[in-house]
């Protein structure tokens, strides 16, 4: 049964962001607001304006310095007092941001329409930008062990660079990466990471994310836009071909073998 409903002005396409210090929900809409929900008490706390600008990334939500913030299609980012709502800072880009904001202990990261990756810091400064050669929809992710950020392109390359902004590897993927990657433990190996990431072309694909190498890969029958994500070593993505995959990772990583053959449970989207 539905438990509440709440209605913003306008289209809603940014997921919602969760404090885990006062449970409030934050969710951006095209309508030009950032809400704050309570939902135990089914009531908006506040709605902040994005100075006439649609909200379509996911906020992001950091405990020290507390801060929320959120991009905007007219290109500014914005720091937000998540308790109150004020504005606390703004940077503006220029240019749509569609790639959802992703924090580290000093640097805030996000991609551009521009085809530029930006790194500013949690006062709004901009640290460095990287260059690539097509638009950036693609979230950033952060690695828990290394701290290296990374992210896709529509030039078809995932990329991953130091928190200095420096490229240490990058990956040719079969077309362009619309989805954000997904960092996770490897499951066989003490303190490394693996990295999986998606293409539109329907490409799976697991990689060593210290070095970039190819672990593993799969292509499946329809065009890729949903982000993968682990969890307790299963890899869940869904896809265009009206289903959702779910790939048993201890099985692959430990055998080296082809994701496709390894899928474990296959559910049809109706």
């Excluded at 539905?2 to 885990?20: N, R």
């Excluded at 950033?140 to 701290?147: A, G, H, I, L, Y």
């Excluded at 799969?218 to 307790?232: K, Y």
Aim: glycine content about 8%.
């Amino acid at each position: 049964a539905t438990y509440w409903v709440f209605s913003t002005g306008d289209a809603v396409k940014s997921s919602p962001a969760v404090d885990p210090v006062c449970g409030l929900i934050y969710i951006g809409s095209h309508d030009q607001h950032l809400y704050a929900l309570d939902i135990e008490g089914k009531q908006c706390v506040w709605k902040s304006h994005c100075l006439a600008s649609a909200v379509f990334s996911s906020p992001c939500i950091n405990l020290e310095p507390n801060h929320l913030y959120v991009a905007t299609l007219g290109g500014l980012v914005l720091a937000i007092n998540p308790r109150t709502g004020k504005h606390l800072w703004k940077n503006d880009i220029g240019k749509p941001v569609f790639s959802s904001l992703q924090c580290s202990d000093k640097h805030v990261f996000f991609g551009c329409v521009d085809a530029m990756f930006y790194c500013l810091s949690h006062w709004g400064e901009k640290l460095w930008q990287f260059s690539t050669e097509g638009p950036i929809f693609s979230s950033p992710c952060v690695s828990t062990v290394s701290k290296h950020v990374m992210f896709g392109s529509h030039d078809g390359f995932i990329y991953c660079c130091s928190t200095d902004g420096e490229l240490l590897w990058k990956y040719k993927a079969n077309s362009r990466v619309y989805a954000t990657p997904f960092v996770f433990p490897n499951p066989h190996t003490e303190n490394t990471e693996l990295l999986t990431a998606a293409s539109t072309d329907g490409s799976l694909w697991i990689l060593d994310a210290h070095s970039g190498l190819l672990i593993s890969q799969c292509t499946l029958e329809g065009e890729i836009f949903s982000s993968p994500v682990v969890c307790l070593n299963q890899l869940v993505v869904g896809c265009r071909d009206n289903y959702v995959y779910c790939f048993d990772l201890s099985c692959t990583l430990k055998q080296n073998g082809d994701l496709e053959s390894l899928a474990t449970t296959a559910s049809s989207v109706t």
